[in-house]
C-alpha cells in the first residue's frame, strides 16, 4: 500500500476513493481500522471512520490506532481526509486530530485544503466559498452537528489547535508547485506550521499535489488528493491496469437522512417525480410509533425506486433536538437507517443509496460491511461501490449530487462495466 488515508465519516470517505480511482489507484475502503492486512494490491487504503461528531478525544484515539494500521502496511503518506466544507466545531476534531497525526509522524509542516472547486468549494485568501457564497452564507451555518459559522478557516482551525495556523496564498500557488512548497516551508519557519492553502481551480490542486509529495502527512478534502497519484506514477509505482466494475441487477431502495440543501432539493424532486416516497417523522421514531419495520415492509412493497427519508427543514430539526437533545436525536435517527438497511437488504435488496453522512455511516455499520471496493464516478464526489457478491451503494454526502441523483445512482449501480 503506497498512500494512506484517514477519513472522519463514510461518505467522505468514498468521495475520496472516487478521486483515486478516477487518478488510477487500485482503492479500498474499509469501515473503521481492519484486524487483518491488506490485500497487497491495493494501492491507496482509505480508513473510513464516524469520528466527525464524537468527542475529540475519542476522535484522536481512532485515528491514531487506523495510522498504526496504515503504517504497518508500508504506507508512504497519510492523507487525513475531512468534509469540503471543514465541518468542525470550535472544539474540534479536525484540529485535534491533525495535531495528534502530526506528532506520531514527526510532520512539522502540514497543509489543510478542503477545496473540491468540482462540487463550487474553493479557498481565496484563506476563506472558504460554497459557489459564489461564503461558507457562513451558503447554508451550512445551519448544520444540526456542525454549524460553520465563519469562513475563515485560519481563524477557525486556529480554535482548534495549539499550532499556529498560516496561509499559503493564491498566488503562491499560481508561480507552481517549487513556489507552493517554499512558502509553506517559510511559514513552518515563521513558527506557523499548520497552513490553509488556496486553491479555486483543479489545476491549483495539482500543483498543491505536486509541492506535498515528500511531506508524511497532508489533510484536506478529496480534491487534495487529485495531484498525488502522479507522485507515485512518476516513481513507476503504480499498476497501469485499469479496476473494472461490475454492477447488480435486484431491487433498488434509498435511503436519507440529510437536511443539506441539496438533499431537500433531490428528495423533492424525487416526490415531483412521482417516484414512492415515505417521510419519516423523528417524533414518531423517538415515540416508537415507528419503526424500522414499518419502513422496510413499506419499501419493500413499491415498484421502482422507494426513498425512506427524515430531511426536514432546519427549522424544523432544531425543535426536535431542543425537546430532545440533539444527541438523542441523531442517536435515534441513525439506528432507526441501520435497521431499515438490514431488513432491506435481507429483504433482497441488491442496490442501495444513502444519502448524509452520518446515515451513511450508521447503514454501513448496521450492515456490518467492512470492505468496500471503490467503482465509477455516479456525481462528482459519489462513485458507486460493491461490498461482497450481491450488494452495491451510493453512500452521497448530504450537499453532493444533481436533483436527479437518486434515479442516476439507481441506473449506474445496475450498470456493467
Not at 481492519?34 to 464524537?54: F, M, N, W, Y
Not at 450492515?367 to 450481491?390: C, F, K, N, Y
Request: overall charge negative.
Amino acid at each position: 500500500m503506497l498512500l494512506g488515508c484517514i477519513g472522519d465519516d463514510f461518505t467522505g470517505s468514498s468521495d475520496l476513493g472516487n478521486t483515486l480511482v478516477k487518478a488510477g489507484m487500485r482503492t479500498v475502503q474499509y469501515s473503521g481500522t481492519p484486524t487483518h492486512p491488506a490485500d497487497p494490491s491495493v494501492e491507496a487504503g482509505i480508513v473510513a471512520l464516524k469520528s466527525r461528531s464524537i468527542p475529540a478525544s475519542e476522535a484522536v484515539r481512532q485515528s491514531l490506532q487506523a495510522l498504526d494500521w496504515l503504517r504497518d502496511q508500508g504506507c508512504r503518506q497519510i492523507l487525513f481526509k475531512y468534509c469540503s466544507t471543514f465541518d468542525s466545531t470550535p472544539a474540534g476534531n479536525i484540529g485535534p486530530v491533525s495535531e495528534a497525526l502530526a506528532d506520531a509522524l514527526g510532520a512539522d509542516r502540514v497543509i489543510f485544503c478542503p477545496a473540491f472547486p468540482g462540487t463550487g468549494r474553493t479557498i481565496y485568501q484563506g476563506h472558504l466559498f460554497v459557489a459564489d457564497r461564503l461558507l457562513s452564507d451558503s447554508g451550512m451555518e445551519h448544520h444540526p452537528l456542525t454549524p460553520m459559522t465563519d469562513p475563515d478557516l485560519r481563524r477557525w482551525l486556529g480554535l482548534q489547535t495549539v499550532r499556529a495556523v498560516g496561509h499559503l496564498p493564491a498566488a503562491a500557488v499560481w508561480q507552481g508547485s517549487d513556489a507552493a512548497l517554499a512558502r509553506l516551508e517559510a511559514e513552518a519557519e515563521a513558527g506557523r506550521p499548520f497552513v490553509i492553502a488556496d486553491a479555486i481551480r483543479d489545476q491549483d490542486l495539482l500543483t498543491l499535489g505536486r509541492a506535498v509529495a515528500n511531506l508524511p502527512l497532508i489533510t484536506g478534502g478529496s480534491g487534495i488528493a487529485l495531484g498525488l497519484p502522479d507522485n507515485f506514477r512518476t516513481q513507476g509505482l503504480l499498476n497501469l491496469a485499469t479496476p473494472s466494475w461490475r454492477g447488480e441487477a435486484g431491487p433498488v431502495a434509498a435511503l436519507s437522512g440529510s437536511c443539506s440543501r441539496a438533499t431537500r432539493a433531490q428528495v423533492a424532486h424525487h416526490v415531483a417525480s412521482g417516484a414512492p416516497a415515505l417521510e419519516i417523522d423523528a417524533e414518531a421514531v423517538l415515540a416508537g410509533r415507528t419503526t424500522a419495520e414499518d419502513a422496510a415492509t413499506w419499501a419493500l412493497a413499491q415498484p421502482g425506486l422507494p426513498l425512506v427519508y427524515s430531511s426536514a427543514d432546519p427549522e424544523a430539526v432544531r425543535q426536535v433536538q431542543d425537546r430532545h437533545g440533539a444527541t438523542e436525536v441523531a442517536t435515534r435517527l441513525d439506528a432507526f437507517f441501520a435497521a431499515t438497511a438490514r431488513l432491506l437488504v435481507a429483504g433482497g435488496v441488491t442496490r442501495l443509496i444513502t444519502a448524509g453522512g452520518e446515515t451513511s455511516g450508521a447503514v454501513v455499520e448496521g450492515l456490518e460491511l467492512s470492505t468496500l471496493e471503490i467503482g465509477p464516478e455516479i456525481d462528482p464526489g459519489v462513485p458507486a461501490m460493491r461490498a461482497g457478491e450481491r450488494l452495491v451503494l451510493a453512500l452521497k454526502s448530504g450537499n453532493f449530487g444533481a436533483e436527479n441523483f437518486f434515479a442516476k445512482a439507481a441506473v449506474m449501480l445496475e450498470a456493467g462495466t
